[in-house]
């Protein structure tokens, strides 16, 4: 069962200084979930996350991580700078992105950062990038001394061995990202020519997956692999990226993964292919976004409405553009009414927000304690890609987002936005008479 890791208590005191909807993570958790993850790969001495700072871009968070010794996985200019002004650069960072401008290529090279190459043709470009010829600037930067190359298998990505067994992952052959095995092989030749001295090997076939075969499923293909280029590329590579995909139970009678039980798994095939192939020195690395952050945040809203027609209806002062993954992919979250937690379950509610989307719904027919207007309710698992893929449709403003100390105090960590922000942008606004 899900507990939240605020109470109702807790709750009533932040509010007088921070209303509600909140996001608020939780930093114990956090922590103690990054030494988890260390210690299921401690085999492997160069073993290194990198966060996926679109998961929750917040620097107090990535400095919370970067202390437990974790880098950061960028995917575009602000990105990079967060990570910088975070105190986060050199091999810490890795910019892992698609149809790049040429400026955030050298804005990672600037801070040292190490580049995951999408596609061949990104080679010769990010060389025009550092040499300034597409951006105009008196440049003469060469390619880092360590890269790496994204790969895609094409096809569908399953797990099973029967028939009856294999169950279909996701689609790579439909996916934008990644080189074919043909490409690959010819870009670590061109690197090698390039002068590019460490080369690592990245792919991502699967999103939240809950499944304690797939990284190892993955390592496999990627170690094969890394055999192959060795012997026909010539270049032997120094770490091989398993990226995310490595996901949580939303569902609340759902397993979770067994992060132990993986980092064995992956440790197996290793031992099993790189090692007899004299590679035994790779490093691993990771770039886990929801396994590092979902579980350790909440949003906290307020009943502010209800509603009884063909269906009885709580309307709270959160919308889906402070968690979208409800409305957007009918994803479930958990909810706790805060105060309520031993109470029966004997009320049948939807949960919804005030856009003018119908969609815009946290929980659909969910069975829960007796709601009255005012109750609190913390909503489940948003410390990743919940407030980072909020926005301002129907003019509704960002919230604050709230960190639970280990001390067990509470911090401020990104303030709410008001309407001076929402309208700073538009050009002459405040000048219009009214």
């Known amino acids: 069962m899900k507990k939240a890791f605020v ?32 210690k299921a790969f ?79 043709t990104h080679i010769d470009f990010v060389v025009n990038a550092l040499e ?40 790579p052959g439909e996916a934008k990202y990644g080189m074919t095995e043909e490409q690959i092989i010819e870009a670590y030749k061109r690197l090698k020519e390039l002068g590019v001295e460490e080369l690592g090997l990245h792919s991502f076939l699967a999103s939240n997956t809950v499944t304690n075969d797939y990284y190892p499923a993955l390592a496999r293909i990627l170690f094969q692999l890394a055999v192959k280029i060795q012997k026909e590329a010539g270049v032997k590579l120094s770490f091989i990226n398993l990226s995310g995909g490595v996901g949580i139970s939303y569902v609340p009678d759902k397993p979770s993964n067994d992060i132990q039980a993986i980092g064995d798994g992956v440790h197996k095939v290793y031992d099993e292919v790189l090692v007899p192939a004299g590679m035994g020195d790779v490093a691993i690395y990771t770039e886990l976004g929801r396994f590092m952050l979902a579980p350790y945040g909440h949003l906290v809203t307020k009943a502010v409405h209800e509603k009884h027609i063909y269906k009885e209806y709580i309307g709270v002062d959160a919308c889906a553009a402070n968690l979208m993954r409800p409305a957007m992919y009918g994803s479930y979250h958990h909810i706790t009414v805060l105060g309520k937690e031993d109470a029966p379950k004997d009320h049948v509610y939807d949960v919804v927000g005030s856009l003018c989307e119908n969609n815009d719904k946290f929980a659909i027919d969910r069975e829960l304690p007796e709601i009255e207007i005012g109750d609190y309710l913390a909503i489940h698992d948003t410390g990743a890609h919940g407030f980072a893929m909020g926005y301002n449709y129907n003019g509704r403003l960002w919230s604050s987002e709230l960190l639970l100390r280990m001390d067990g105090t509470v911090t401020l960590i990104r303030r709410a936005e008001t309407l001076e922000d929402y309208f700073a942008t538009l050009e002459g606004f405040w000048d219009i008479e009214v």
């Open 132 to 171: 300034g010829k597409l951006t105009g600037e008196e440049a003469g930067r060469k390619l880092p001394r360590r890269m790496s190359c994204r790969f895609n298998p094409g096809g569908l990505f399953t797990l099973g061995e029967s028939s009856e067994s294999v169950q279909v992952m996701d689609n």
């Open 42 to 120: 401690s085999w492997n001495p160069g073993f290194k996350e990198y966060f996926a700072v679109k998961a929750t871009p917040n620097p107090t968070i990535l400095r919370i991580l970067h202390e437990e010794g974790c880098g950061t996985d960028c995917s575009s200019l602000a990105e990079l700078v967060m990570s910088e002004r975070t105190g986060i650069q050199g091999y810490d960072v890795m910019f892992s992105s698609n149809e790049t401008p040429a400026e955030e290529y050298v804005k990672c090279a600037e801070i040292g950062g190490i580049i995951n190459l999408d596609d061949i």
């Open 7 to 38: 109470t109702k208590e807790m709750v009533e005191e932040i509010v007088k200084k921070y209303p509600t909807p909140f996001h608020i993570y939780d930093e114990r958790g956090i922590r103690e979930n990054v030494k988890a993850l260390q």
